[in-house]
């Protein structure tokens, strides 16, 4: 069974960081790009951030650049979305999501096949 899972989550005070971890079952990450999406109350998901299955090739949205650290330990079969200095506007719903590595990795969520069941994080003070 092909399986994605989050952990990581939590509650961070503002300025604060969490690791964000996404751990793969039943396939190997070594032919997926893996993205980190959010769904923050009332709102729409959003790509977050993505990395290519090489791992050589990593992009962020706007509103996370310079903040998020995308990485992968494909010997593990894990991907990880650091967060540094966080801000309340982070709370949501951290989902990441596999997508073949025969296309090219986007942030945009119909082109991803797999996905896992989300991690909350809530910042506030």
């Known amino acids: 069974q092909l399986q994605l899972v989050e952990s990581g989550g939590g509650l961070v005070q503002p300025g604060g960081s969490l690791r964000l971890s996404c751990a793969a079952s039943?396939?190997?990450?070594?032919?997926?790009?893996i993205g980190w999406f959010r769904q923050a109350p009332g709102k729409e998901r959003e790509g977050v951030a993505c990395?290519?299955?090489?791992?050589?090739?990593?992009t962020y949205a706007d509103s996370v650049k310079d903040r998020f650290t995308v990485s992968r330990d494909n010997a593990k079969n894990t991907v990880y979305l650091q967060l540094d200095s966080l801000k309340p506007e982070d709370t949501a719903i951290y989902y990441c999501?596999?997508?073949?590595?025969?296309?090219?990795?986007?942030?945009?969520?119909?082109?991803?096949?797999?996905w896992g069941q989300g991690t909350q994080v809530t910042v506030s003070s």
């Open positions: 999501a596999a997508q073949d590595a025969y296309t090219i990795a986007t942030l945009r969520e119909h082109e991803y096949d797999y």
């Open positions: 990395i290519s299955s090489s791992g050589g090739t990593t």
């Open positions: 039943g396939f190997t990450l070594d032919y997926y790009h």
